[in-house]
């Protein structure tokens, strides 16, 4: 029962900001969107999460919509480590959900 | 070791034969979850250990898997009369809320299976 939507790929351009998004309809007042990446061969990496401000951290920034159906994750400049499968996931604060579903993700490519 | 430590790495094995993999959490880190990842798949929720409460199993497969964990340490996935469907990479996580303020979990590299 996949809460969120997201493309399956997309490339972007060394140096350039990627933008990812994702739609999350159905997003209920009391779940968070968080990001996760995944390289190749890794296991995932936590990237940022949110409620319904904007977050920026040292990785990335998050921009929710205000009615919270949509965000983006924003790669300011991206580089060709930055190329991986990145997962959208909506859950209730650690606390109460556990269960991280994880979809198919967006698989980015960032090219030289 | 400062992440989640899982082994073995890889693990080749026989069809109907019994594997274990181990998952080292980090160090107080109350909560870990195991998940398996088919190829190009997404991950799939196996079973989550919340300090000394029951563990939810509600993603296991089959009664061919099971875990276990000794406190909040070390845990182990066994998988019995293993399938060649069982071959996937069997990833670990662990968190606290009480160390991270974001809920974030930390996964370690996953213990790759091949069943032949």
Redesign the interface.
Known sequence: DAKTTQPPSMDCAEGRAANLPCNHSTISGNE?V?W?RQIH??????II?GLKNNETNEMASLIITEDRKSSTLILPHATLRDTAVY?CIV?V???ND????????TTVTVRA | GAG?SQSPSNKVTEKGKDVELRCDPISGHT?L?W?RQRLG???E?LI?F?GNSAP?K??LPSDRFSAERTGESVSTLTIQRTQQEDSAVY?C?S?S?LITN?????????SRLTVL
């Open positions: 968070y968080y996760y061969s890794q296991g995932p990496q936590y999460h997962y859950r604060d650690w606390a556990y269960k991280l579903s994880f979809g198919a993700g | 989640v909560a979850y998940y798949q997404g991950l929720f989550y919340q939810d509600s993603g990833l996580a968190s809320i974001t809920g974030e979990l930390f996964f370690g590299e996953g």
